[in-house]
């Protein structure tokens, strides 16, 4: 609409569209008018680039570098896990990220760090069902198909109450 009102050109503009996922599709765009043989803007004609996989590289790369420097100035580490939680779901649309810190001499349970607000209320059925055995074996543990997993038989409905469909923990 710009490019038509003024007629001026728009010159690799980075911008977003929302795919049907709800996530983020960025492109950069040139947009020129296009104009009839008496200088008048009768259209627009552009080209589109998708730049998401290097926008998602650039604020990866800001991110990590954000947490190294608050780890360097002693930020406490509740802090730093929000903020790697954060950067981790920015990177893939539908991605949760939960961090459920325990000790590694005791299974004393610390603080969950999750962007799910009810996870805590859960999180000692988590440790001792879908991730016990990854305490258990200290490996990691993959649920390909959360509502078919053994393990997750008592938190399905917490599963699909958060349209989890797919788990990993180590």
């Not at 627009?44 to 680039?49: F, L, T």
């Not at 997750?152 to 599963?159: D, N, P, T």
Request: with cysteine.
């Amino acid at each position: 609409r710009e490019v038509v009102e003024t007629g001026r050109p728009m010159i690799d503009s980075e911008e977003y569209l929302l795919a049907p996922d709800g996530g983020k599709v960025w492109i950069a765009t040139t947009k020129v008018p296009l104009r009839n043989d008496r200088g008048e803007v009768i259209g627009v004609i552009g080209v589109s680039r998708d730049v998401t996989r290097r926008r998602l590289a650039d604020a990866m790369r800001e991110g990590q570098a954000g947490i190294l420097e608050m780890i360097v100035s002693g930020a406490p580490l509740e802090s730093v896990l929000e903020e790697l939680v954060h950067l981790m779901e920015s990177q893939s649309s539908g991605t949760v990220v939960s961090i459920l810190p325990i000790d590694n001499d005791r299974p004393i349970l610390r603080q969950t760090v999750s962007t799910l607000s009810d996870i805590e209320a859960h999180r000692r059925e988590l440790l001792n069902g879908p991730f016990g055995e990854t305490i258990r074996k200290r490996d990691l543990i993959v649920a390909a198909d959360v509502a078919a997993d053994p393990s997750w038989a008592k938190q399905r409905e917490f599963a699909a109450e958060h349209s989890l469909r797919a788990c990993w923990s180590t």
